[in-house]
Every structure is written in C-alpha cells, then in structure tokens.
C-alpha cells in the first residue's frame, strides 16, 4: 500500500507537535521546523498529483482495516489538485509572513501546522466523519489564527466566527446522525452505495439530510443567508492568514462536490430539487450580495472579503449543475480565485497595514458607519482634515526625499493591478477565462439569470476595486503629509515577492490553461463516475457480502 | 422509550435554540452546550435504542451498535474543547468591551448607568495574564 497518502497529514502534524513541544527559547528551530513542514508539502502533493493524474483512485485503510468498517483516505484527481492548491498557497503564506507577523502571538506557526493538517485532511478524508473530525481540526485552528495578535475587532469578530462555525457543526452531526441512521455506514462511497438501494419511504430523510448537510458546507463556503461573518473576519485577520483562509471556503466548495458526487450522486436525485431550487437561487443571491458589498465599503481586505463572496456564488451556481462541463470550469475558476484572493489579502496587509499608514486608516474611518461601527478602537488619532492639509506640514529638503523609497512603489502598484485584474476576471489573467468557462458551460434557461448576474457582478468588482487602488496607492500617498510615512512597513519586500509568486501562478494557470482544463475534465469526470470509487475503495464482493449479511442480522 | 426518549432530545434542543437567540454570551454559550447535548443523544439514538444488549461483540449475541458509541465519544471530546475555548474567549471580550452582549454594543444591565465602566475584578484577571 502507498503509505506516501497519509503524508500530507503527517507532516503538519508532527511539525506542529514539535514546535509546540520545543521550549520557546528555541525560535531559529521553530521557524526552521515550520519553514522546512511546509516546503515539504509542496514535493509531496506535486507527487501524489502525478500518481492522481494516471486516473488511479487510491485509497489507504488507516490500521489496515479495510472499507467501509475501517478509516480510508482516498485520493482522486480533485483531492490531489485541492493538495497542491494548499501547498502552493501555504509556501506563498510562509514567505508572506515576516518575524513581525509571527511573535504577534506566541503559537502563531505551529496554528498554522494544524490548519494545514486540517485542510489536507480534509481534502484526503473518505468517510463522512472523519471529514467532519477535520472540518472541526482545521476550524479549531482557524479560530486561534483569526485572533492572532489580538485586539478588540478580533476578538468580537472571533467570537461571531466561532459561535456560528459551534452551531455549524451541531447540523454537520445532526445530517450524519439521520444518513448513518438511514444507511448504517459513515464510508462516503458505500454510504453512496446504499441510499441508490433506499426504500422510498426513507427518501424525505435523505433528502432532509443531504440539505442539511450542503447547508452546512454552505456556511464554511459562505453563502448568501451564512455569509455575513465572512467580510469583517478576513477583516480583522492579518494578512498571511487571511490569504491561507483564502482556501478555506474553497473547502465548503470542495466538500459539497464531493458529497454531491459520491454520497447522494447514485440515489436517483435525491438533492436535486435542493440544489436546482435553493442553491441555485442562494449562489445568485451570493453574488449580488457580494458585489454590492464590495462596493459599499473601502477598505481592502473587506473589498476581497466580499469578492471572496462573489466568487463563492459563482462557484456554487456552477456546482448545482452536476456536469462534466460545469464542473471543470468551477474547478479552474476555484483555482485563479484562490490565488487572486490571496494575492489582495497579502497586498493588503503591506498597503494598509496597521502600524504604518495614518492616512489609509484615517480614510478607512470615513466608512460607512453599519460596517465600521465595530472599528472605534482602531481608529486613528489623526483626523481625515489634519490629513487633507499637507501644505500645513514644513516641507521636507528635497534630498531627504530622495534617500526615502516611495511607497507605496511601483511594485505593489503593479502587483496589485495585475491581482485586481485577476480577481475581477477581466482578460488577459486567468479569472476571465474562468468566468467565460463558467459562463460557457450554463445552459440557456440558467445562463439567463446567471450571465447578467456575473457581468454586473463583475463591473461593480471592477469599480470596487479601482477606487480603492486609486484611494492606496495615489490618493493616500498624495494625502500623506510629505515624507512623513513615505517609507514602506517592515517586512514588505517579502510580502511582495509572496504576492508575485502568487500571481506567477495566476499567469501560469493562464498560459497553461488547455494543459489544465485536460486535468480538470478528467478530474470532474472522474468525480461523476461512481462506478470508479465503488471498485477501488470497496475492496471485494466479499466485503459488500459481510456488510449484507450484518444488516440482516 | 422511545417517547421519553424523542421527549427528552425535543426538550433539550428547544431550549438550547432558545438560549442560543438570546444576544448575551454566557446564555449562548449554555444553548450550544445544550444543543449538543441532545445531538450526542441524537446520534447514540440513530444506532437504534435496544435495552440490554451487550455494548460489543459477544459470542452469538446480538449487540448494540457500537459506531454511535464512538462517534459521540469524539463530538463530546471536540465539543469539550470548544466550550472551553468559547468560555475563555468570551471572557476575554468581556474584559476588552465590559459587556456581554454578542455584538459587544451594549454594556451590561448592572453597569448601564456608567457605560464605560468595565467590570472591575475580571479586567484584573485579563491584566494578570
């Protein structure tokens, strides 16, 4: 059996386990434990990908017992490109996150270990539970990470995120309870299995369960009614963690595909009336929420909070579809929108970061009030008018100007024009072609309300985000009283170059875009064939026949 | 049994919903407990309620099913965890706000004549830390 599997869990694990085992004198080991962890992923997802991609679905019983009794990581195409997604975003995190960001609290990098463990456990989980025991994993570490570096925002904005994410998780285990009661089996596939051989009379069930469940993943993905904590928590978390949150509704996203496919994908349509009739309808109401919100508010990392939004309605109006088509186009969607999101939180936190830049807070504290009336205590001392007067301040000698680089410079400017691009999806980067796939593979009677939905979504974006780029990097510097706090925050280069390296993988996603779709169509096609699942994680007949005879008993 | 049984799930659940829509934390906090107090009940139900039967294999015996066991061993654990968590993080924005509310606008009934009073005590645990 291929033991390199459970990898990707056991990395973080340990590497978390050591770090907070080592004493916290021993910082340089620390760091060079996390550094080393998360490299590791990399090689590691890029390896199981390969083995992924020749169409194999491999599964790994934990303790050799087999499915459905046992535990089962299974990776197919979609978990295997989830994995590489995580890496990828977490190596850009890493070198995002300067020594500033990380003493900010004292268990900044081994949180990040576990929230690592918790995503790619989730993305490797076969049975239902256990997908749940890494939901709560990654949740559990995503609350400390949230808070890290504390303050009363983050606290406040904390305690909405875990209150709803506690009562999240009470549904996940009510739609486990009623699809174990029903079926007798947590395994995905058999569970699968199963329900395709259900009593009508048991259907309601079912299909009570099933909602519940995509419900469920609806509020971590972040949809319209659940969706409300989204944009003040991404808020109030910096930077680095706010782009690894970036995958974190795309596991919402990912969970609901994979429990459409495998788990009520053979029963004859049991979810179907409630992804054609709700879903639906919440992903279009997803998007205009989003873009409005996007609009209403100026700050950038609540403008890609919302963004984030839009993406999510747009991604789970392509997953109610259960197509080949629709499905590849989501994933490569997925992809870009994950690396923009992460790209504008990291550039975020280096344009308007908190200990530098009086003049971006300040125009912050112009808000609209609803928004911000969580804000009071991160308010500037200075007052928007002291900052409309430079002429007031003694002008600088024009040499000391000079020594000064300017910030915001030309870099981030181009960077975050190039991620902003990206996120908004217009040509030539690769969210348009995600977007015009999207697009492409509706059928009429959804592509009417869906097309104008995605196109004014995408102006408004586009007016959101160039008015806030226009208030970064030209109206804040212009507003900033002359080389006063023209000097770039600590720790900036590294953010930039984590943000490049972000976006290379944006324009790489671009330029090998055909060589991706192909992935992408085999792993959505991979997904809808159950067959597939059934033959290589069900060991043998004889396994089906044991699991027979003790329901008859 | 089963009547007490679905009784008792009903009378747990309305009350944790109920205490969970109050705006105030400690109440909150009591619903969810109370909530996932009927949900681990919930799920030990869903492998059929049997009275004496063995809880694991015996020789030719029927048993109980023991996945639910299980599972509601690990919800309570996590659910533990996170009360705690909740409980200290609620804390934590009592001392930061002086008000228990879950949006932290209003302050607490006793101190509504002074709004910016915190509480005294607990802010002086916060400090300690």
Same mark, same amino acid.
């Given at each position: 059996m291929n033991h390199a599997l459970i990898l990707p869990i056991l990395i973080p694990l340990f590497a978390a386990g050591a770090i907070v085992a080592l *004493?916290?004198?021993?910082k340089r080991l620390q760091r060079a434990i996390n550094v080393i962890a998360t490299l590791a992923l990399l090689p590691v997802a890029v390896a199981l990908a390969e083995h992924a991609a020749q169409g194999e679905i491999a599964s790994y019983a934990l303790g050799a017992w087999p499915a459905p009794f046992g535990i089962v990581l299974q990776l197919d195409r979609l978990g295997a490109l989830m994995l590489v997604l995580t890496a990828l975003l977490a190596c850009c995190c890493l070198l995002g996150t300067t020594s500033a960001d990380a003493r900010l609290g004292r268990y900044y990098r081994a949180l990040v270990q576990f929230e690592l463990m918790g995503l790619n456990g989730a993305f490797l989980a076969g049975d239902l539970f256990n997908l749940f025991v890494f939901f709560e994993l990654l949740l559990i570490a995503s609350y400390a990470l949230l808070l890290h570096g504390g303050g009363r925002r983050r606290v406040r904005n904390g305690l909405h995120y875990l209150l709803l994410n506690l009562v999240g998780s009470s549904f996940f285990l009510i739609a486990l309870g009623v699809l174990y009661g029903l079926t +007798? #089996?947590?395994?995905m596939v058999d569970m699968g299995e199963r329900l395709a051989h259900l009593e009508p009379a048991s259907l309601p069930l079912a299909q009570f369960a099933g909602a519940t469940l995509m419900l469920v993943f609806g509020l971590k993905a972040a949809v319209f009614p659940l969706s409300f904590w989204l944009p003040q928590a991404y808020r109030s978390a910096i930077g680095p963690v706010a782009a690894l949150f970036a995958i974190m509704t795309k596991v919402g996203i990912y969970a609901m595909l994979r429990c459409d496919a495998l788990v009520f994908g053979g029963s004859g349509g049991v979810l179907d009336a409630f992804m054609h009739d709700w879903a639906w309808w919440l992903a279009i109401a997803t998007i205009i929420y989003g873009a409005l919100g996007a609009l209403a508010v100026s700050s950038l990392k609540t403008t890609t909070g919302f963004l984030v939004l839009v993406s999510v309605g747009l991604l789970i109006a392509a997953a109610t579809l259960q197509t080949v088509l629709a499905w590849s186009a989501l994933l490569y969607y997925l992809i870009s929108t994950t690396l923009c999101t992460g790209a504008l939180f990291l550039l975020a936190d280096t344009l308007e970061s908190e200990s530098t830049g009086a003049a971006p807070a300040a125009l912050e504290a112009r808000e609209p009030a609803s928004l911000e009336s969580l804000d009071d205590a991160t $308010? *500037? $001392?200075? #007052?928007p008018e002291a900052d409309s007067e430079p002429a007031a301040v003694a002008p600088q000698p024009a040499n000391a100007q000079k020594t000064l680089a300017r910030w915001p410079s030309n870099t981030a400017g181009a960077l975050y024009l190039a991620a902003a691009v990206g996120a908004a999806g217009l040509p030539p980067l690769s969210g348009f072609l995600g977007k015009a796939m999207v697009l492409a593979a509706m059928p009429l009677s959804q592509a009417t309300v869906l097309w104008p939905a995605v196109l004014i979504s995408g102006l408004l974006s586009i007016v959101a985000l160039s008015r806030t780029g226009t208030r970064l990097l030209w109206a804040a510097p212009a507003s900033r *009283?002359? +080389? !006063? !706090? !023209?000097t770039a925050p600590h720790g900036s280069r590294t953010k930039l170059a984590a943000c490049a390296l972000l976006l290379a993988g944006v324009v790489a996603a671009t330029i090998l875009a055909g060589l991706l779709k192909g992935y992408l169509d085999a792993t959505a096609a991979q997904l809808l064939d159950r067959e597939a699942y059934v033959h290589a994680v069900l060991p043998a007949p004889a396994a089906q026949a044991a699991a027979a005879q003790a329901e008859g008993s | 049994m089963e009547a007490a049984f679905a009784a008792t799930l009903g009378v747990l659940c309305a009350c944790g919903i109920y205490l969970l829509l109050c705006a105030r934390v400690l109440p909150v906090i009591l619903g969810i407990t109370l909530f996932s107090y009927a949900i681990n009940l919930f799920l030990l139900g869903m492998g059929r309620l049997s009275i004496g039967k063995p809880p694991v294999i015996a020789a030719g015996a029927q048993y109980a099913d023991p996945v639910p066991q299980a599972l509601v061993l690990t919800a309570i654990v996590i659910g533990f965890a996170m009360t705690a968590f909740t409980v200290v993080l609620s804390l934590r924005a009592l001392a930061i706000d002086g008000s228990d509310h879950v949006d932290g606008g209003k302050p607490l009934a006793r101190n509504r004549s002074k709004p910016h009073e915190r509480p005294p005590r607990i802010e002086k645990e916060m400090r300690g830390e």
């Open positions: *004493p916290l004198r021993a +007798g #089996t947590l395994n $308010a *500037p $001392a200075i #007052t *009283p002359s +080389g !006063a !706090a !023209a | -």
